[in-house]
């Protein structure tokens, strides 16, 4: 996907995209619907993505929502429209959001989800799909196809590799939804963070990458990470080897590795 210009960025109806201090903040904006999910909202979503992917204003990203909840699902209205969709248009559609998750999960900057209210259902697998999930205590998290009569499919690709098997089958199979803190234990996100602290919290975490880390290391990192489980061990070690070797030769880890020498404390922003 080509990177679209900054006139079509700011004629977005339901998302809002803004950087600052290096961190690209894309915000749900539909609050009036609980940030529900319709095509025109994912297609919009992919092209913010998209941006932020090459903002050199932005390093790392931070998903964030206006209004009390993070994002219901899907749209009330858009899943009465699919009633209507034979399969060449609900694969196209399944496709969509598929895209979406895939986008995010190997984006080569670091997603931060900051979740201030409940996610549930595909929002629920927009807010794990990301690097790093931080939420209040009051939020709910759930994937409640199942008792709708749906399927929770696409997101149980990505949560097979980051629960388990058997955390995934009690979330999916059953479609209970949990507070943040069973959220926490399950590992569907990292941390629990008071309301009122929850903004500073993620701008604090965004800004220690930010300042700390290497944007290229990280980049490979999640490459890499995103690539080992589909791999057998033998080819999965000597593509590790080969990802070792080459990011010696990077110019961050000549410079990462002289500072080291140096005893000198490395700001990444420089």
């Known amino acids: 996907m080509d990177n679209m210009p900054t006139q079509e960025l700011e004629a977005l109806r339901f998302i809002r995209y803004e950087a600052q201090d290096a961190i690209g ?11 529900a999910l319709s095509a025109e909202m994912i297609t919009e979503l992919k092209l913010a993505f998209d941006f932020a992917e090459d903002d050199e204003a932005c390093k790392v990203i931070v998903l964030r929502a206006e209004g009390e909840a993070f994002c219901a699902g899907a749209d009330l209205a858009y899943i009465q429209e699919l009633q209507g969709f034979g399969y060449t248009d609900n694969l196209a559609d399944s496709t969509h959001l598929m895209q979406l998750f895939h986008q995010i999960y190997t984006l080569k ?48 690709v990505f949560l097979l590799r980051k629960i388990g098997e058997a955390r995934t089958k009690q979330l999916l199979l059953t479609g209970d939804t949990v507070l943040a803190h069973k959220a926490l234990e399950l590992y569907l996100i990292n941390e ?6 929850l903004a500073t919290h993620v701008y604090s975490f965004a800004r220690r990458l930010c300042v700390e880390n290497s944007g290229q290391s990280m980049e490979l990192t999640k490459e890499m990470l995103a690539r080992l489980p589909e791999m057998p061990l033998e080819d999965s070690l000597r593509y590790a080897a080969q990802m070792n070797a080459e990011a010696r030769g990077t110019l961050d ?6 500072a080291f020498l140096a005893r000198e404390k490395m700001n990444w922003e420089n």
């Open 25 to 35: 903040y894309i915000t749900l904006d539909r609050p009036e619907k609980r940030n």
């Open 192 to 197: 629990v963070v008071p309301a009122e602290s």
């Open 253 to 258: 880890c000549r410079r990462g590795i002289a």
């Open 109 to 156: 900057k670091v997603v931060i989800a900051q979740v201030q209210g409940h996610a549930l259902a595909g929002g629920c697998g927009l807010a794990t799909i990301c690097d790093f999930a931080f939420a209040v205590p009051e939020a709910r998290f759930g994937y409640t196809e199942v008792k709708i009569g749906f399927l929770p499919s696409i997101v149980s």
